[in-house]
């Protein structure tokens, strides 16, 4: 059932490819809550994935952009304000892509060059985005930007490999341009971290099944869906959050204030008696 949370307010969505994703469930929610918005991806996303159905059911346009080159972002924004009519209210960044996760090279292990790509894609991209829109004065005071990251930003995470230290920089670059555009515009500039969750890109994490389980174990409220995170980023594009920004926001049913729980306790002995036997 739709509250019209963002009736009137206009966006860009980046990183939509199909079904599993984030970005395609917060699309879907924008839309049922009023807002109307640009989609964007890289070019070969759009030829492999579904982001066109997502854009005839949201009754807008997708505009091809590599989120790593100026160029193309200037291009997205410009277009995106011709196409919604002025400035926007709303942007999600939802990009992430390590080349040394694909290629199996493990961390002790890293390709460079492939560790320079998996920055500028999963981070610096996002420093680009926010420079791009505030040099061309693209969003609306008020307005508000979510970048999507994960808590081995904080922690080690078996097979996360260098993706942490890519959403490391994320969250930095969220609290340093955050204060800027607070300053001068206020514009809100947050991170989520969001619980491991079975999208495409995320299938790419070593033992993703393994991993749920553990975090779902150790979560009093279980792990959050991708519906669910994008009814936070929803929130977080309303009015009700206006004075929230530089913040890592734990979407995760509590998994990052915890240590142990029952259940991941209780789990753990039984694999200590099978071993035992």
């Known amino acids: ?31 049922e ?19 066109g159905e997502l854009a005839k059911d949201c009754d807008t346009i997708v505009i091809p952009a590599n989120a790593t080159v100026v160029e193309d972002l200037e291009n997205l924004v410009e277009k995106s304000m011709d196409f919604l009519g002025g400035k926007v209210d709303f942007i999600l960044h939802s990009i992430g892509m390590s080349l040394n996760v694909r290629k199996k090279r493990v961390y002790n292990d890293l390709d460079y ?22 040099k061309m ?9 979510i970048a999507l ?25 969220a609290r ?18 969001q619980s491991p969750t079975p999208t495409t890109a995320g299938s790419g994490i ?18 959050a869906t991708a519906v669910e995170c994008a009814d936070y980023c929803l929130m977080m594009f ?12 734990f979407h995760d049913g509590g998994f990052s204030a915890m240590g142990m729980s029952s259940s991941a306790m209780h789990q753990y002995e039984k694999g200590i008696v099978s071993k035992d036997c």
């Open 1 to 31: 059932m739709s509250n019209n949370l963002l009736k009137g307010k206009k966006g860009i969505i980046f990183g939509a490819l199909d079904e599993k994703s984030i970005a395609w469930k917060v699309a879907e929610r924008a839309k």
């Open 33 to 51: 809550e009023g807002a109307k918005f640009t989609l964007t991806n890289t070019l070969p996303s759009i030829r492999f994935g579904k982001i």
């Open 113 to 134: 060059n492939y560790l320079g790509e998996t920055l500028d894609i999963s981070a610096i991209s996002f420093h680009k985005l926010l420079q791009v829109a505030n």
């Open 137 to 145: 004065d693209a969003i609306n005071e008020w307005g508000s930007v």
């Open 149 to 173: 990251s994960y808590i081995a930003a904080q922690r080690t995470l078996f097979g996360y490999n260098d993706m942490a230290d890519a959403k490391a920089l994320l969250e930095s670059i």
């Open 176 to 193: 340093s341009f955050g204060y800027i555009y607070g300053r001068d515009k206020k514009i809100r500039v947050n991170t989520i971290s």
């Open 206 to 223: 070593k033992d993703l099944v393994g991993l749920m389980d553990f975090t779902g174990r150790m979560s009093p409220l279980g792990n």
């Open 238 to 249: 309303s009015d009700f959050t206006r004075k929230v920004t530089m913040q890592n926001l």
